[in-house]
């Protein structure tokens, strides 16, 4: 399994909270690669890969910003016409929950790399990789 460390950033509806969370980290010269934003009436939930979620925990919480660190995994997939269905599928077929997904893009033309949060990684790590679907690591993506 080659999961990859994702940072979660609780974020208060307000004018300019996002604005102070993404210039911490570019001030601290942290490269959002994909990001995610789900939001409620109070506050939102802003998911982010950088290209070091080490340092970026440590700089949002030394300026006093709630975050948390979890696991998810990249899967690479080919940027056609059911490639998504065919990797969701792999998971439903397991019996795997989905807790939420969203992509970004590849430096590679013609594939697609989406980030999944899911119940059990390493179930759904076996099951994605008995599909035929690769597993992106952390160093491939910062």
Do not use: W
Not at 31 to 52: E, K, N, Q
């Amino acid at each position: 399994m080659t999961p990859v460390k994702q940072i979660s950033v609780f974020v208060e509806n307000k004018h300019g909270k996002l604005s102070t969370v993404t210039r911490i980290l570019a001030d601290n010269g942290i490269s959002i690669r994909a990001l995610c934003m789900a939001d409620t009436t109070d506050f939102g939930i802003f998911r982010l890969i950088v290209s070091d979620y080490v340092k970026a925990e440590n700089a949002l919480k030394a300026e006093g910003i709630t975050c948390s660190v979890t696991e998810v995994l990249v899967v690479e997939i080919d940027d056609t016409p059911g490639a998504f269905a065919d990797a969701m599928s792999l998971l439903a077929d397991n019996k795997i929950s989905l807790e939420y997904v969203y992509a970004f893009l590849t430096p590679e033309m013609g594939k697609a790399f989406i980030i999944i949060r899911v119940e059990d990684n390493v179930a759904a790590a076996k099951a994605l990789k008995a599909g035929g679907i690769k597993l992106v690591a952390q160093e491939e993506i910062i």
